[in-house]
DNA sequence: GTTCCAATTGGAC
DNA sequence: GGTCCAATTGGAA
């Protein structure tokens, strides 16, 4: 409840820092801490690790790859063909791959509605912080940009999409 | 007219350069394109220098220093106490130096006025394109920032103005 | 009192 | 339809 009230009064996206790092601290205590990013798995995949890596049950689905600290898994076919030329299109697919259109059009990234007269903070109204915090570094390390303007175009991607939702219904 | 219609139809502030590319190709016609930049007038003058330059008749003002290539001047005070090391506060000081609030509160960059239902253009809405040109080349020389960043903090410098006007005359 | 930020919105391509 | 852009707005530091 406090965590919320404070949340009301103060969590902007950057803020919510605060949040993820609290999430990040549990996480870095299991013992999967140490994660294998997903281009790691790639390079290193050969026929004959693959067939030593059915000793882990993370494994069962090779259609998907894992990314980022908290292994949110992105269909292989997608994640192959990101452009890493353009941050915002690599972005923008992801989110596409990990959320559905449902979420994305009615969360986004602080948790934050804005209607008239005043801001209201919910947390299901929030995007799922650990798939965020996965793309926005998988994207940080491969373009090399600004972490804040990853989370801009993903505030942005759910304007649009909330967007088209609302004109799609009239 | 054509100008005009076209301009409510697709100018945007990116786009605004087509307009500001007409200006600087006039410009650069003119003898005095080789413009000095303010820190170089800085670094060469020295006391036997000053003496000469009584010669060009723009130095009458030793209170002021010309900018860019269109020479905008701003008071010395302002310019000698800009910090560098934040693009958007040297880009907020020099905008109160060259224009007023009344001007900041009422223009913006593209001339685009948006109130509800629909976007109109006016050339009276649009701060002085020259100006503007000034103070983007010095920030973008001295911060090595994009331009594109550079106007978006004019742009906002011009939406926070409008507000505070706003609330004031309530 | 100013700066900064995020969401929202409408338009353009 | 999706992406990008600029302005607007309200709240926070």
């Not at 353009?86 to 009615?106: I, N, P």
């Not at 491969?142 to 967007?163: F, L, M, P, Q, Y």
Request: charged letters at 30%.
């Amino acid at each position: 409840m406090s965590a919320i009230s404070r949340a009301t009064q103060t969590e902007s996206s950057d803020r919510l820092a605060a949040v993820q790092l609290r999430l990040e601290n549990l996480k870095s205590i299991l013992p999967q801490h140490d994660v294998a990013w997903a281009e790691c798995q790639e390079v290193q995949r050969s026929p004959t690790t693959i067939a030593k890596s059915g000793s882990t049950q993370i494994k069962r689905d090779r259609s998907t790859v894992p990314i980022g600290h908290y292994r949110t898994r992105v269909a292989r076919s997608v994640y192959k063909n990101l452009n890493w030329d353009s941050y915002s299109l690599a972005t923008r697919a992801l989110l596409d791959a990990v959320f559905d259109k449902e979420t994305l059009g009615t969360k986004n990234l602080s948790g934050i509605k804005i209607d008239s007269k005043g801001r209201q903070w919910s947390a299901t109204n929030m995007l799922d912080p650990q798939k965020i915090s996965d793309i926005v570094q998988l994207v940080k390390r491969n373009c090399k940009v600004d972490e804040r303007r990853i989370r801009k175009i993903i505030a942005h991607k759910c304007g649009d999409t909330a967007s088209t939702k609302r004109i799609k219904s009239l």
